[in-house]
């Protein structure tokens, strides 16, 4: 099931100082992981909101598949993590996934079913009992792909999923991204372009709300200059898009 902005715009703001962050966006997830890369204010996170249902746009359409972006459904297929996750004072980690499933129109039995397979999923079932507010950083976003994946969605956004985290950490959350790939599409934001470029299926690169790159992994570092030192092809790829980019603008 595919996950389609087209002709999207969106912008901030009121009359005449209203600025459009993405306009007349054209944008097709891919299967598997996609990176989404861009400079701060390219327009990655409300990309995400938009690709989320979490804002509508002002023009254009979402849809995944034939379920259109206003929709329940759509909410159901196509789950967004935010950046932050705040922790539930009183509330467990396994009460904290089942009441995102009951938010999300599961019952309250299915809902405390599934809470305990999908923290299983994301090896978080020792720690099912432990309350939100004692749980490390890295535990609680694994908690937030649980609350996202618990109602059965397709489709998984990540915000900055990485961030504060040390590298073990990001280590243990990018096998565990490349395992859930098999049962849905993942799009992540980050500004880091170390940070997971290199373990994606597909790269997307956003500037200015404009879309300069989408494709491939292999295709996206095929633009790193020759002569880039290894180790460093996704950093050049990068830099030669966005140089390419100002250059044009």
């Known amino acids: 099931m595919t996950l389609e902005l087209t002709s999207c715009t969106y912008g901030y703001g009121h009359n005449w100082r209203k600025k459009n962050v993405l306009k007349n966006l054209d944008y097709q997830l891919p299967v598997g992981v996609t ?10 996170s409300t990309l995400l909101k938009l690709a989320g249902a979490a804002v509508r746009p002002e023009s254009g359409t979402v849809s995944c598949g034939s379920i259109p972006g206003t929709s329940k459904q759509f909410r159901r297929t196509v ?6 996750i705040i922790p539930m004072r009183g509330l467990t980690a396994r009460e904290y996934v089942a009441y995102v499933g009951w938010l999300k129109g599961m019952s309250r039995s299915d809902a405390w079913k599934a809470a305990r397979r999908v ?6 079932t020792d ?3 432990v309350k939100t507010t004692k749980l490390s950083g890295g535990q609680l976003r694994r908690v937030g792909v649980a609350a996202a994946l618990v109602h059965g969605a397709q489709v998984l956004l ?6 504060g985290m040390d590298p073990r950490q990001r280590r243990v959350f990018r096998d565990l991204l490349r395992d859930l790939s098999s049962e849905v599409n993942v799009l992540i934001s980050t500004h880091d372009v170390a940070d997971l470029a290199e373990d994606a299926d597909h ?3 956003l500037a200015d709300g404009q879309i300069l790159h989408s494709g491939t992994a292999d295709a996206f570092l095929a633009h790193a200059p020759i002569g880039t030192a290894l180790g460093r092809q996704a950093e050049g790829a990068y830099s030669e898009l966005l140089t390419r980019h100002e250059f044009s603008a």
Do not use: C, Y
Not at 36 to 41: E, F, S, T, Y
Not at 79 to 84: C, H, I, K, L, S
Not at 158 to 163: G, H, I, S, V
């Open 203 to 205: 790269v997307t690169v």
């Open 158 to 163: 990540l915000d900055e999923p990485t961030a």
């Open 119 to 124: 923290l299983g999923r994301v090896e978080m």
């Open 35 to 44: 990176i989404l890369l861009g400079p701060n204010g390219a327009g990655k």
């Open 127 to 129: 720690q099912s009992e």
């Open 79 to 84: 789950a967004r993590m935010p950046q932050d």
